[in-house]
Antibody, heavy 127, light 107 residues
Framework: EVQLVESGGGLIQPGGSLRLSCAASGFSVSRKYMSWVRQAPGKGLEWVSVLYSGGTTYYADSVKGRFSISRDDSKNTLYLQMNSLRAEDTAMYYC?????????????????????WGQGTLVAVSS | DIQMTQSPSSLSASVGDSVTIACRAGQSIGTYLNWYQQKPGKAPNLLIYSTSTLQSGVPSRFSGSGTGTDFTLTITSLQPEDFAIYYCQQSFSTPWTFGQGTKVEIK
């Protein structure tokens, strides 16, 4: 059974740093594309970042240069390092396995979709 | 960035009704359109990917259609568990973007 469990959220002052973790089971994060998606309180969903199985990363403009996505294959865990946090980063952060219909080796092609989600971890940025 | 616009933002319907939610992309995205359902306090759940392919375990009363810039999610014979917020999402190009959501409420 696929399971994703996020942790690491909390209350942090503006300008601070946090590292979120997403422990996966039932599959290998090294063989899948993995994403972070966030949701501000009472708002819609915002894609944050993706890590391809081959190591390529992409970020939303709103977090580029401040956030970094990575993984530890030995721990089967995805991470999101968040630096220079702002009030507008306050949100529930979800990790999501990102499936693709078509893959050749380590390269995958659209369509992509988020087929499994964790329960989320809440990040609150406030003084 | 590709903007995704859903309509309506909310709707009221009764159990047994059929409802349709529209999603428009700011540019052509082929059929790279997914739909998610989110209930209060829960993570989103994938319903449909690639415009019309039902995710495993999703009831057949959910269906999707469209291509290019205009897409629809249809729920036939609404059930009590279907009252939720629905989001469309494009995977044509990063940044992957979501619609603002459509809340389906009980009339």
């Amino acid at each position: 059974e696929v399971q994703l469990v996020e942790s690491g959220g909390g209350l942090i002052q503006p300008g601070g740093s946090l590292r979120l973790s997403c422990a996966a089971s039932g599959f290998s994060v090294s063989r899948k594309y993995m994403s972070w998606v966030r949701q501000a309180p009472g708002k819609g969903l915002e894609w944050v970042s993706v890590l391809y199985s081959g190591g390529t990363t992409y970020y939303a403009d709103s977090v580029k240069g401040r956030f970094s996505i990575s993984r530890d294959d030995s721990k089967n865990t995805l991470y999101l390092q968040m630096n220079s946090l702002r009030a507008e980063d306050t949100a529930m952060y979800y990790c999501a396995r990102t499936q693709a219909l078509y893959c050749s080796g380590i390269s995958c092609y659209p369509p992509f979709y988020f087929d499994s989600w964790g329960q989320g971890t809440l990040v609150a940025v406030s003084s | 960035d590709i903007q995704m616009t859903q309509s309506p933002s909310s709707l009221s319907a009764s159990v047994g009704d059929s409802v349709t939610i529209a999603c428009r992309a700011g540019q052509s995205i082929g059929t790279y359109l997914n739909w998610y359902q989110q209930k209060p306090g829960k993570a989103p759940n994938l319903l449909i990917y690639s415009t019309s392919t039902l995710q495993s375990g999703v009831p057949s009363r959910f269906s999707g259609s469209g291509t290019g810039t205009d897409f629809t999610l249809t729920i036939t014979s609404l059930q009590p568990e279907d009252f939720a917020i629905y989001y469309c999402q494009q995977s044509f190009s990063t940044p992957w973007t979501f619609g603002q959501g459509t809340k389906v409420e009980i009339k």
